[in-house]
């Protein structure tokens, strides 16, 4: 069970540079990170947010590999020292990629059915794609 919304999103306030430089490190494509509280079932989610070149789509094998490698990084990522807690017991994720047309906004890269982010999050633009 993850944190409730108000516990995760202080989580992420307190660590968002500690976090941004992990995901850095760990995946090339990576640009930027991203909370939000899903508006359908008011869930805390990382948005990891990837480059507009980042070539693979929804759905192809690349990004199914992709899902498994980012449920490994959540699950090893110690949340809070001294405690069991990982990223995956604070946060749900989803994977988005800016979209190579400005107007567009962002891809679904790896997105939950039933997810819904709030109308202002990733710069008010529409997210479009995936699964």
Known sequence: MVYESKDALKYYEEHD???TEYFKEMLDEFEELRFFTSVDDQDPYLAIVFRSDYPHKAGSSEVD???GMMDGLLQSYVAVPHQPDRLEDIFKFVVVKKSSDEASGYEKLIWADGVVAPRNEFGGQQVNGGH
């Open 65 to 67: 590999l992709l899902e």
């Open 17 to 19: 540079s500690k976090l």
